[in-house]
């Protein structure tokens, strides 16, 4: 059986890289995670199930890496004006 993410004291699951990354990408793009589900092609209990496991793979994997790359692409284009993201 895979190995669980170890539990913090209060019995949440101690975050993983999956899921600051995530985080992350939410709010470079200025959304909810739940928000973010559809832009991922996902539904909102699988984009959860995910945020728990150690790494991304597959399809999920390549279009995080995308969706990453576009904000990059328009915080180059548009500056550090982030609100352009936004918009």
Do not use: C
Not at 36 to 50: F, I, K, V
């Amino acid at each position: 059986t895979p190995a669980r993410p170890a539990s913090r004291s209060n019995g949440r699951a101690k975050p993983t890289a999956v899921d600051a990354r995530l985080r992350q990408l939410a709010q470079r793009l200025g959304v909810t995670l739940k928000e973010l589900a559809p832009l991922l092609q996902l539904s909102e209990s699988t984009l959860h199930r995910l945020r728990s496991q150690p790494a991304l793979a597959g399809p999920v994997a390549e279009r995080v890496s995308l969706l990453e790359n576009i904000a990059g692409h328009g915080l180059r284009v548009f500056g550090d004006d982030a609100q352009a993201l936004h918009d």
